[in-house]
């Protein structure tokens, strides 16, 4: 049943056990619906080892290798069927259990959030053509990888969410990444592209991002360029290999042109994403659902170019926006009427609400998982590495019924050794490192199973109370994140500042936490200044054990703002908006770079 995934009580942060309110959990359980009590649907099983029952066995290839009582021993690793004697059928995920990891591996890179980092050619953000050259630079300068935020579609619409961790899809591209002029054809469009360049790129002149202006240009410049496009053979020949889900996504942003954001709101045939007013939408408007497939197949060619020169670790948000296209296209799997957070701990007193539905358990083993392994799949494309934002949610969420406070919520464990599967499996076929972000309130265990299926874990300086030295090797090390203050803004207080100008009470005593942990990791006092805590604290990192140590470029080039500030939102303050303060083409130039990469470099 549900129910049993339901924990009735937690420990929190501060090692206090909280017992859940008895109505709060009857809400989680409830926004469960009915589980049905049936034969498993999904098992995990080992090459050689007996299945559940005797049945046909079908592999992923469609080979089918008649009766079989036990997966054979030299089974490829993928996911197969079997069809019991009872009439039942079953998923057998059968994998390495552990995700490729390079013995010896040791790099250094940057975390970068591709929004902020543009050039002056950008059209006022930055887009798949800054990150190719960023990469380019970044070998140059001995870099090993790029930690590059998600790139995952916003909503549809005339102000997009700026937010990559709020996305309406984790499976297809954000067109204002694109770089128009690498467009196929752009040049067809002749001087109307010169005077939309001109006015994107006036859009660098502020360091605020202005979302709505440069997506207006940009979709007047793509509609132009397909407007003067004829040969469309190698875009059809692409659009045919991704399938029912790209056409779903196409027609989904007709949709939204047609109807508004939001597809909760509209007409109750047009909520069915497989149902015939759906279908005769797409039927009507077959050239404006090829231009929103075109555009995804103008983001796949840049971002596989940008990802070539150095290896990119892609970034998986926990979720999507309700209101956006995986909600829409898989809502029989998703809790509309709950959202994701966390309980209240060290650095959100209130705990959070980050607004995203989770999948239900059983309704996602049901479906045979294909709306994980679809994700995953799709993070993975040209990727080298994954970044899982808060992978505890493979083990547990913290469900929040809607009208509750995010204290006022429950955990949901997860179906944990099917997820770490089908994780290891799709690693295993892209030979990609997985890294777990771990931070926050971690349940017992979390970090031994993290270790034993080989994903790293995630150190932070910021949050870490041992030294550098000790961070284990099997990690992703770095100083700080975007939800956290920039070493500049903690040195300088200038963070404390921040929080008062969004209405924020602000918090002198966490500040000086972090300030004396900043201190501790660099081997520095008190009194030092910005540049000598920079370096040294880079130096400390650096020298750790662990496999892969990262920097912000927001620390290189002392940065006061952090990316995002938790519990503000606009008109609060302009998160995940604020460009870094110097174009790509200048970062080999700064004083402040350099010393973190011969730090670094070490």
Known sequence: MSERLVDDAYTDAFGRQQAIPPGVRAAVVASMGLHEERPAAVAVVRRGAPLS????????????????????????YGYHRLLRDDGTEQLLITGPGRCHLSAGMRAWGWAIQLAATR???SWGIGDLEDLRELAEWSVSAGAGF??????????PGP?????????????FGNPLHIRIEQVPG????????AELATAGRALNQERLIDRASLAALKLDALERIWATTRDRSAFERWRAERGIALERWSTFVVLTERLGAGWHAWPEPFRDPR???????????????????????????QLADASAPLMRVADMPVGVDPGGFDAWDWQAQLALDVSVGAPPDRFNAAGQNWGL??????????????????????????????????????????WIPAGQDPSR??????????????????????????IGEDLGTVSSGVRNELRRRRLLSTRLALFERVQPARYPAQSFAGVTTHDLPTVAGIWSGADLDDQAACGLVPDAHALALLRSRLARAAGIGPGASLADVVVPLHERVAASPSMLVAATLEDALHVTERPNMPGTMAPQRDNWSLALPVPIEALGADPGVQTVVRALGR
Do not use: K
């Open 146 to 155: 790029l930690a590059v935020g998600p790139l995952g579609a916003p909503n």
């Open 53 to 76: 029952a005797p049945g046909e066995l079908a592999l992923e290839d469609g080979s089918n290798l008649g009766r079989a009582e036990s997966m054979p021993p030299d089974a490829p």
């Open 159 to 171: 102000e997009p969410e700026p937010s990559p961790y709020y996305p309406s899809t984790r499976r």
């Open 357 to 398: 539905p989770p999948f239900i358990p059983h309704r996602l083993r049901q479906a045979a998982y294909r709306p994980f392994i679809e994700t995953i799949h799709a993070q993975l494309r040209y990727a080298g590495g994954l970044r899982i934002d808060h992978v505890l949610g493979l083990f547990r969420l913290w």
């Open 186 to 193: 752009a040049e067809r469009i002749g001087t109307a592209l």
């Open 119 to 121: 050039s002056s050619d």
């Open 275 to 301: 149902g015939p007013a759906v279908a005769r939408v797409a039927a009507e408007h077959t050239d404006r659902v090829a231009f929103h497939a075109w555009v995804q197949w103008c983001f796949d060619r």
């Open 409 to 434: 919520g429950a955990y949901v464990r997860s179906h944990t050794d099917e997820l770490l599967e089908i994780v290891a499996l799709e690693s295993h076929r892209a030979r990609a490192i997985v």
